[in-house]
């Protein structure tokens, strides 16, 4: 099956009805997230903990994405994109954890709000991956035996999922904190 047609076989499953629906219900009629209005109530920074277990969350729920995700795009065989996989995901953890402490830090010290807009948290998921990318594209490229430009093509794919998948975890995990925060004020 050509990459054009095993990626609109991926998007499909993406853009399901279902997972809008998901979406759909943490939006009100003005299309903001009431949960972003809530998320910062005490203007309290996560604390390391808490940062700890978004990372690792983060990382279990892309990488069973991406193994997913990975034999539909490509011709790499399982074994080895688990292993890729499991490197590139202590890698992203790290990476998620410093990024997300300094991102938080710049939110509340030099903008003075920590309040998480939808652009901001654009903003946040562009330049995680970003930065990701310039950072382990040529790991990836070695570890495939791949130009550069054979690696970016294949990492082009993955970005526009982990992008997507980004913004949508960060929303839910703040959401469900939100909603534990809640019952554990009853």
């Known amino acids: 099956m050509p990459l054009t047609a095993r990626m609109m076989r991926a998007s499909e499953v993406l853009f399901h009805p279902s997972v809008w629906h998901m979406v759909s219900?943490?939006?009100?009629?003005?299309?903001?997230?009431?949960?972003?209005?809530?998320h910062n109530r005490g203007k309290k920074l996560m604390s390391f903990a808490?940062?700890?277990?978004?990372?690792?969350?983060?990382?279990?729920?892309?990488?069973?994405?991406?193994?997913?995700l990975l034999p539909l795009i490509s011709h790499v065989d399982v074994q080895k994109s688990l292993i890729l996989g499991v490197f590139f995901s202590l890698a992203a953890m790290l990476w998620n954890l410093v990024f997300n402490m300094t991102f938080d830090w710049f939110l509340v010290t030099i903008r003075k709000n920590a309040h998480k807009s939808v652009f901001v948290r654009m903003v946040h998921a562009l330049l995680f991956e970003g930065t990701f990318v310039a950072l382990t594209l040529p790991v990836l490229a070695w570890a495939l035996s791949l130009t550069l430009w054979d690696a970016m093509k294949l990492e082009a794919a993955l970005i526009a999922f982990i992008f997507i998948y980004t913004f949508f975890f960060n929303i839910v995990f703040d959401w469900l904190r939100v909603k534990l925060a809640d019952q554990n004020a009853l």
């Open 25 to 38: 219900t943490f939006m009100d009629h003005n299309n903001r997230l009431k949960l972003l209005r809530r």
């Open 50 to 68: 808490g940062r700890m277990v978004h990372a690792v969350l983060f990382e279990v729920f892309a990488l069973l994405s991406n193994a997913l």
